[in-house]
């Protein structure tokens, strides 16, 4: 699937809830199955900068497509990393680095998280894209 066409998918799952409860409800249980990042990659290093939480990524190269594993030490920010690695994980860095994000608008997210989680959204963005951009600079 392409980046878009999974976003379109996150817009139609979001939609389907009556509330930011159960939308709320719907994140945690995404960060139940996110794949989770290996206990070596939970290190400062890759530590998401400007989260209230502590958010971990971690990202491979295999092939031409960036696979990213990610954790978190807070169950809502936890969804949201879940959200975005669904989005961009198994993707081509080129894809990730163009992608629109408009969909988390569209789902209602940014509005309905404190100042402090939007900000940590946007470092998340952020750190994905550079690792898009650093495997990127490698394949070209």
């Given amino acids: 699937m392409t980046i ?5 998918e996150i817009i139609d799952e979001f939609d389907m809830f009556e509330d930011w409860e159960e939308r709320y409800q719907y994140m945690i249980d995404l960060g139940k199955s996110l794949p ?12 998401i900068k400007g989260c209230q939480s502590r958010v971990w990524v971690h990202a ?17 920010t ?12 198994d993707q081509h860095p ?6 629109n994000t408009d969909f988390i608008d569209k789902i209602g997210l940014k509005e309905h998280l404190s100042p402090t989680r939007a900000n940590g959204l946007v470092s998340m963005i952020k750190q994905l894209k550079m690792y898009a951009i650093a495997y990127q600079t490698q394949l070209n």
């Fill in 94 to 99: 080129k894809a990730i680095i163009e992608a």
């Fill in 4 to 8: 878009t066409e999974i976003q379109n």
């Fill in 36 to 47: 989770l990042i290996a206990e070596q990659y939970k290190t400062e290093d890759n530590i």
């Fill in 60 to 76: 491979d190269l295999e092939g031409d497509k960036v696979l990213f594993t990610a954790d978190s030490d807070a169950i809502i």
């Fill in 78 to 89: 936890k969804g949201i990393i879940a959200i975005l690695i669904r989005t961009f994980s």
